[in-house]
């Protein structure tokens, strides 16, 4: 370090083209330590650029309430937080509770004339089907007499195309025996018919007499008890097997009964294999 004051005056009278010889021959990192007397250089471009970025950023927010300056070279991203417009709500007065209340008695009363629609135009099928004598246009017919008589539910008769081998019995039947396979079908539905008959008006006389009873505790001053609906039920199965019972089919119900519980247990019964 002692022949550090002695070597520069002799390297500045050296031209810019040997110096960059000497450099490239011992190292930047030699040639700045012998020159400068410091092992890194100064850059004084690059320190001019942060000082004048650092002037021109600001530090800190002046206020809360300003706005918040970000840079417009950042990425958007995919989901944009704006206001979403309101949805729109389609309403059907059918469903709608400011249309009224479901009451099953009234709608009975009110639409019973479509039975009376559906009922002539089965008739009107049936006697096109009995004057039909071309085989294609007759089967045609009585397919389209099944959908008529058998109710959505049995989809199993519904079906045309289906698998059933009960539905392609009925279906596909010699047209001389159609009316026997139709006066059966005929029967079927209106036992289930009379069957659902029945239970609704059982529930509907159930539902009456409670009402009644309510009215009556209101009026002699007393606390109404309102029944739970597994009560409702309850009385609903005593009155079916009271009316099972005057009929005398109520030993032939628990007996299908009984044979349907202990099939249903067989089956969660866990295997010995």
């Known amino acids: 370090m002692e022949e550090e004051p002695q070597l520069r005056p002799e390297l500045a009278d050296v031209s810019f083209e040997d110096l960059q010889q000497i450099e490239q021959k011992v190292g930047s990192k030699l040639y700045n330590e012998v020159l400068f007397g410091q092992k890194e250089p100064i850059d004084h471009r690059r320190k ?20 918040l300056e970000m840079s417009s070279k950042r990425p958007v991203h995919k989901v944009k937080n704006v206001m979403n417009a309101k949805k729109r ?20 009363k009110n639409y019973s004339f479509i039975k ?13 089907l009995r004057n039909c004598e071309d085989e294609e246009e007759a089967i045609k017919l ?7 008589l058998l109710n959505v539910r049995f989809g199993y008769y519904v ?13 596909y039947a010699d047209i001389g025996n159609s009316h026997s396979h139709i006066e ?19 529930k509907r006389s159930i539902q009456e007499r409670l009402k009644a009873q309510e009215t ?16 409702r039920k309850v009385l609903e199965l005593a009155e079916k097997y009271k009316e099972l019972k005057k009929s005398g089919k109520l030993e032939k119900y628990l007996a299908k009964k009984r044979k349907k519980n202990m099939s249903k247990d067989r089956r969660q019964m866990p295997s010995t294999s």
């Open 48 to 67: 001019e650029q942060n000082e004048s970025r650092d002037r021109g950023k600001k530090k800190h927010k002046q206020r809360k309430d300003q706005p």
């Open 89 to 108: 709500v389609f309403r059907d007065p059918r469903f709608d509770d400011l249309s009224g209340s479901f009451k099953e008695e009234t709608f009975e």
């Open 116 to 128: 009376d629609i559906k009922k002539r135009e089965r008739e009107s099928v049936q006697k096109a």
């Open 159 to 171: 079906s045309v195309q289906g698998n059933s081998s009960t539905s392609s019995i009925l279906l």
């Open 216 to 231: 009556q505790f209101v009026k002699e001053g007393k606390k109404p008890y309102f029944l739970k609906k597994s009560d």
């Open 184 to 202: 059966r079908v005929k029967f079927y539905q209106q036992n289930q018919q009379d069957i659902a008959q029945k239970k609704r008006e059982t």
């Open 142 to 148: 009585k397919k389209l007499l099944y959908r008529m």
